[in-house]
């Protein structure tokens, strides 16, 4: 619940001319999805409705975010999860509900096991449950296209962040639980990712983006995130 429409544009105008493979998903507040996106950049919903329609007043569905031009939906954000009490299974409705409606779901994971900023034996256990019951039964019965966003719970907004070993042995898990289930999506990272630390973090093996906080409201930040990203 940040930002502004003169914002919005500033950052906007300042993506316009910037040289990157890289494709730069925005996820503003909903209200200013009907914004026109350039290139490189793509609009995304912070979150969508697990209903398709109905009495559900304050909620947007997955088609009506669709009708703005948004191509994206985050789903089970960390904040959602934890503030709203959004379990598993809400969000396995809200991703199939995105997909439906032809958004590609950012299914969101993470954990608040803070073993002393590393990832523990605890953590995996955490994930893999938690990807197990996110993901809707039906993207395993039918090729879906979706992004898996992982989120070390502890991380975020704390400045520490868990090593690049770390990180590779989490993705690489989220990686093989994936190939089990029968499918494949890209895995990202999400978690006090900035200008600092964006250049290491995108050279470990599976991660292939980042899921950027409180860094993407600043355009000096965000920038050079996007520039570091391989």
């Avoid at 409705?49 to 304050?58: F, L, M, V």
């Avoid at 991380?155 to 190939?179: C, E, F, Q, V, W």
């Avoid at 006090?192 to 995108?202: D, H, K, P, R």
């Avoid at 292939?208 to 965000?222: K, N, P, Q």
Wanted: aromatic share 6%.
């Amino acid at each position: 619940m940040n930002g502004c429409v003169r914002s919005l544009s500033a950052m906007m105008e300042s993506l316009k001319g910037i040289d990157t493979d890289v494709e730069i998903i925005l996820c503003p507040p909903a209200i200013f999805l009907g914004a026109a996106s350039v290139a490189p950049v793509s609009f995304g919903a912070q979150d969508v409705s697990a209903h398709d329609t109905g009495a559900y007043t304050g909620e947007i569905s997955a088609a009506q975010i669709a009708e703005t031009g948004a191509k994206y939906a985050i789903v089970g954000h960390s904040e959602r999860r934890k503030n709203w009490n959004e379990t598993s299974t809400i969000v396995a409705q809200k991703a199939l509900q995105a997909y439906r409606a032809g958004l590609i779901p950012i299914i969101c994971i993470g954990d608040d096991i803070d073993c002393d900023g590393e990832i523990c034996a605890d953590s995996y256990s955490a994930i893999e449950k938690q990807l197990r019951t996110s993901i809707p039964k039906e993207f395993t019965q039918h090729p879906a296209k979706f992004i898996i966003a992982y989120e070390p719970v502890w991380a975020i907004g704390s400045g520490t962040i868990p090593s690049a070993a770390d990180i590779l042995k989490m993705h690489s898990h989220i990686y093989n639980i994936l190939r089990d289930m029968h499918i494949a999506a890209p895995i990202i990272y999400g978690g006090s990712v900035n200008a600092e630390n964006a250049t290491e973090i995108s050279s470990v093996p599976r991660v292939d983006g980042f899921l950027v906080g409180r860094a993407s409201l600043i355009t000096g930040e965000f920038i050079p995130i996007i520039e570091a990203t391989k």
